[in-house]
């Protein structure tokens, strides 16, 4: 499954962004998706994830309340918005897929991973 990410750029602090990760397969729909970032010199982090039919969603306690995580499965495509952006959330954001119908929390645990997209928040 080739995925790619879209959506990144800069954005000021307090501002929205919307992530896109397009998936080239139909399988798609049978695969749960993360949204996995990385900060400079930080770790991957899982920050959003959902399950294959949208029924069970997950958010870093990071983002929560902040970030929404959303997938259409008629068009092979998931979403990441993000609101109330903060420098913190500068990262590179990958979205990720397992191949099964769950979003595993680890990310060592995805299969497939979109090739990333910088989102750099600043003032």
């Known amino acids: 499954v080739q995925l790619v990410g879209s959506g990144g750029g800069s954005v000021q602090i307090g501002g929205s962004r919307s992530l896109s990760c397009a998936a080239s397969e139909r399988t798609f729909s049978s695969y749960g998706i993360g949204w996995i970032r990385q900060a400079p010199g930080k770790e991957l982090e899982l920050i959003a994830s959902v399950s294959s039919d949208g029924g069970e969603i997950y958010y870093a306690d990071s983002v929560k309340g902040r970030f929404t995580i959303s997938r259409d499965n008629a068009k092979n495509t998931a979403y990441l918005q993000m609101n109330d952006l903060r420098p913190e959330d500068t990262a590179v954001y990958y979205c990720?897929?397992?191949?099964?119908?769950?979003?595993?929390?680890?990310?060592?645990?995805?299969?497939?991973w979109g090739q990333g997209t910088q989102v750099t928040v600043s003032s």
């Open positions: 990720a897929a397992n191949d099964h119908s769950w979003a595993p929390r680890a990310t060592s645990l995805y299969r497939w």
